[in-house]
């Protein structure tokens, strides 16, 4: 029997629009998909995983005050100029290598801040009529092989709709969209998990499981259609995981627990994690770091 062949996810949506109050006064004129783990933009690693993943083309749904992403996605001549002068080849490098091909980065803005549903159904124009992935910088990954390129394979495979899921103590079930698993189609604990319900932020009495989505989707485009509908739900906003959960029956929407360590830098602890965590992973930084933060363990009591 041969396989049945999937549509190529060729785009991706990065919801950029939210304020980043968390943040402040870091976000105070600063985008907070452009806060630094290590060297990098959050946005930017984002983006990398998006290109890993085989994307083409980036789809942008901003607010105000982000005019910083876009430039990050643009040429700098005069940075370029001076470092190019001075030869700095590597840190010319990393400015300017990975900028994709002109007309592949798309910017769109979101107006009013309505939620994660109406950020995601402004981009509907540019998605047309094709499965797409979507990223929230927020929800960083750090993993040997890029969350979203093992989604494409596991879409490669089953095709319907894909959320990247991982487990979480209870408590903390009113924080995120909560999987109600199908234990007709695998075991609960399976990699790939059907969903009979999803239910965004539960109280953890409610919480049909402990099986959270994080910021990775790879959905079918009719998503679009059911979110111009789509009535404000948790927080009064219009909720990408209600619309999710109204497409369940029409097609497949699937869990799936991808191999790697996620941190929720839409926190302070989870940023400082991030940061340490993807720190200690690079060579040139790793052996100086460690000797800090035995002397900062030390100075804070901490055993
Ligand atoms: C969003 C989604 C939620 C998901 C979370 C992952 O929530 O609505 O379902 O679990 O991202 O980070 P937000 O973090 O925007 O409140």
């Not at 959320?163 to 007709?184: A, F, N, Q, R």
């Not at 627990?257 to 926190?267: A, K, P």
């Amino acid at each position: 029997m041969t396989k049945k062949k999937h549509k190529k996810i060729r785009k991706v949506i990065f919801p950029v629009g939210g304020l980043g109050t968390r943040f402040l006064p870091a976000t105070k004129s600063m985008p907070k998909e452009m806060l630094p783990v290590v060297d990098k933009p959050l946005i930017h690693y984002a983006f990398e995983e998006a290109h890993a993943a085989g994307i083409e083309e980036f789809i942008f749904v901003t607010g105000r005050n982000k005019g910083a992403i876009a430039d990050h996605f643009d040429y700098s001549y005069e940075l370029q100029d001076i470092l190019s002068n001075k030869n700095k080849k590597r840190e010319l490098k990393v400015t300017t290598e990975w900028i994709p091909e002109a007309g592949n980065i798309i910017f769109t803005r979101q107006r009013q801040p309505l939620g994660l549903g109406h950020a995601v159904w402004c981009a509907r124009n540019l998605i047309g009529d094709e499965p797409f992935a979507v990223i929230l910088a927020d929800d960083l990954v750090l993993s040997k092989k890029a969350c979203l390129k093992q989604m494409v394979e596991q879409y490669e495979d089953c095709g319907g709709n894909i959320l990247g899921v991982m487990d979480i103590p209870k408590s903390d079930t009113e924080k995120y969209g909560i999987v109600d698993i199908d234990s007709k189609f695998s075991n609960s604990d399976a990699k790939l998990v059907k969903a009979r319900g999803l239910v965004e932020k539960p109280a953890p009495e409610k919480a049909p499981s402990t099986l959270s989505i994080i910021g990775r989707y790879i959905l079918q485009p009719e998503v679009m259609d059911i979110l111009a509908k789509q009535k404000a739900g948790a927080g009064g906003e219009i909720q990408l995981t209600d619309a999710i959960a109204t497409m369940i029956g029409r097609s497949d929407v699937f869990g799936y627990r991808y191999d790697g360590v996620r941190y929720d830098c839409g926190g302070l602890t989870g940023f400082v994690a991030a940061n340490v965590a993807f720190a200690l992973e690079r060579e040139d930084v790793r052996g100086r770091l460690i000797n800090q933060l035995v002397g900062v363990f030390d100075r804070a009591g901490v055993k």
